[in-house]
């Protein structure tokens, strides 16, 4: 009866969606699990002022002058965040304790370093609605990076460690303006 269960009758890559952004001769390929995933996907670079092939090229876009002002690693050293732990079970106090005496701080001091470092991380990594605020997407919203394809005489060829891979038939392949 467990046999059953390992077979699954839907297979997965019949859906998958190969998705290419053409730009200076090379072309960006990413594959999406299935439409919705980058229908979801195309939605959020629009949101964002960008075709979704504009996304896709890079580089990412930068946060416009009118946009909320964004966490950054370098306010980590004027914060005003002060943490303190109401609750806690044993073995959690137990390994903050460990990790604290290891970097050298209180374990008030550990869990700051890392909300913080942790903030300013996902500022990093999220893109922002320039009128809002709120975050629209991550960077893993945009489908996996497979590899790209370079024709021989491309202008702007990324560095050699980049996977080459073909283009596979039926993937849907767009120009960056």
């Known amino acids: 009866m467990l046999a059953g269960f390992l077979l699954n009758p839907m297979n997965r ?5 190969i998705f290419g952004a053409k730009r200076g001769g090379v072309t960006w390929l990413h594959s999406f699990a299935d439409r919705a995933e980058l229908d979801s996907a195309r939605e959020k670079a629009e949101r964002l002022g960008l075709s979704f092939s504009q996304m896709l090229c890079g580089p990412y876009p930068k ?12 306010d980590r050293k004027s ?26 701080c209180s374990v008030e001091e550990f ?3 890392g909300a913080l470092c942790s903030l300013a991380s996902n500022e990093e ?3 922002v609605d320039p009128k809002t ?45």
């Not at 890559?13 to 969606?17: G, T």
């Open 79 to 104: 914060h005003g965040l002060k943490i303190q732990i109401t609750e806690c079970d044993k073995l959690t106090r137990r390994a903050l304790e460990r990790q604290a005496v290891a970097c050298s």
């Open 111 to 113: 869990l700051l370093d």
């Open 125 to 127: 990594l999220t893109f």
């Open 133 to 177: 605020g709120e975050v629209v997407a991550g960077t893993g919203d945009f489908g996996n990076y497979i590899g790209c394809n370079v024709d021989q005489n491309a202008s702007e060829p990324p560095p050699s460690h980049f996977t080459r891979i073909p283009i596979s038939p039926g993937a849907i392949v767009e120009t960056c303006a």
């Open 13 to 17: 890559k019949q859906d998958e969606i």
């Open 63 to 74: 946060d416009p002058e009118n946009s909320p002002r964004r966490f950054t690693h370098e």
